[in-house]
């Protein structure tokens, strides 16, 4: 893959044989950065799992303490008092029968779907077209639940979803270029904490075997493990 000159430029300020310490490698990130926007900061675990034995796959969600930077569009599927609630909770859009033909059609102006249990059966439907953009509500993931207040609450203050990919990865957001580096630790410290406590009973060995961070189209950072159980 042929890489620009500013990405070969920044690339130079890394030493990509060493792990960095947490601070300093997103403190490397943010002086990397290529883009003329505020660049997204991303964290990858290269973990040492099988995607496909069924408790290998990992899934779920996380409130980052510092939010992602991003104002996620919230679509509540609900009828009677639970669309009264995630209207008064902020939802972007709320409705039922009406609102999943609208996606039917071709609509998808939203970043996050959460519906009560009860909409499931009418929603399953539609998994052709959401699972496949990753938007099906998962009762894993708490976007399946009768709670919605609470829901569409933590989406908004900076719940992210995280999910294995066929190889064993998991990438999350983290934040913004612009974040102060402290807040961009505590995202990652995060991340790195819940993923160490749904570690599966079957994994043997070293279950990360690598941990990377980097910018929108910036280079990767390594970054050592030991350093995420450091207290700052």
Same mark, same amino acid.
């Given at each position: 893959?042929?890489?620009?000159?500013?990405?070969?430029?920044?690339?130079?300020k890394?030493?990509?044989?060493?792990?960095?310490q947490?601070?300093?490698?997103?403190?490397?990130?943010?002086e990397? &950065?290529?883009? *003329?926007?505020d660049?997204?900061?991303?964290?990858a675990?290269?973990?040492?799992?099988?995607?496909r034995k069924? $408790?290998?796959?990992?899934?779920?969600?996380?409130?980052?303490?510092?939010?992602?930077?991003?104002?996620?569009?919230?679509?509540?599927?609900?009828?009677g008092?639970?669309a009264k $609630?995630?209207e008064e909770?902020?939802?972007?859009?709320v409705?039922?029968?009406?609102?999943?033909?609208?996606i039917?059609?071709g609509?998808?102006d939203f970043?996050?779907?959460?519906?009560?249990?009860?909409?499931?059966?009418?929603?399953?439907?539609?998994?052709?077209?959401?699972?496949?953009?990753?938007?099906?509500?998962?009762?894993?993931?708490g976007?399946?639940?009768m709670?919605?207040?609470?829901a569409?609450?933590?989406?908004?203050?900076?719940k992210?979803?995280?999910?294995?990919?066929k190889?064993?990865?998991?990438?999350?957001?983290?934040?913004?270029? &612009?974040?102060?580096?402290?807040?961009?630790?505590?995202?990652?410290?995060?991340v790195?904490?819940?993923l160490?406590?749904?570690?599966?009973?079957?994994?043997?060995?070293?279950?990360?075997?690598?941990?990377?961070? &980097? *910018?929108?189209?910036?280079?990767?950072?390594?970054?050592?493990e030991? &350093?995420?159980?450091?207290?700052?």
């Open positions: 893959m042929k890489r620009g000159k500013k990405y070969l430029e920044a690339a130079k890394i030493d990509k044989q060493n792990r960095y947490v601070r300093k490698g997103l403190d490397l990130v943010k990397t &950065s290529i883009t *003329s926007f660049a997204t900061v991303e964290i675990f290269r973990l040492n799992i099988d995607p069924a $408790e290998q796959n990992l899934r779920g969600a996380i409130v980052l303490p510092h939010g992602t930077g991003k104002t996620q569009k919230v679509v509540v599927i609900a009828r008092e639970k $609630e995630a909770a902020g939802a972007d859009y409705g039922d029968t009406e609102l999943l033909q609208k039917q059609g609509w998808f970043d996050v779907m959460v519906a009560t249990p009860d909409m499931m059966a009418e929603l399953g439907k539609l998994g052709r077209l959401l699972g496949p953009k990753g938007l099906m509500p998962n009762p894993k993931t976007t399946v639940t709670d919605v207040k609470n569409v609450n933590e989406i908004k203050a900076g992210i979803e995280y999910r294995t990919d190889v064993g990865n998991i990438q999350a957001p983290i934040g913004k270029v &612009s974040f102060d580096t402290q807040k961009l630790v505590e995202n990652a410290k995060a790195y904490q819940t160490v406590r749904v570690k599966p009973n079957t994994v043997k060995g070293v279950y990360m075997r690598n941990i990377t961070v &980097s *910018s929108t189209m910036g280079p990767g950072v390594r970054l050592d030991e &350093s995420f159980k450091a207290k700052e």
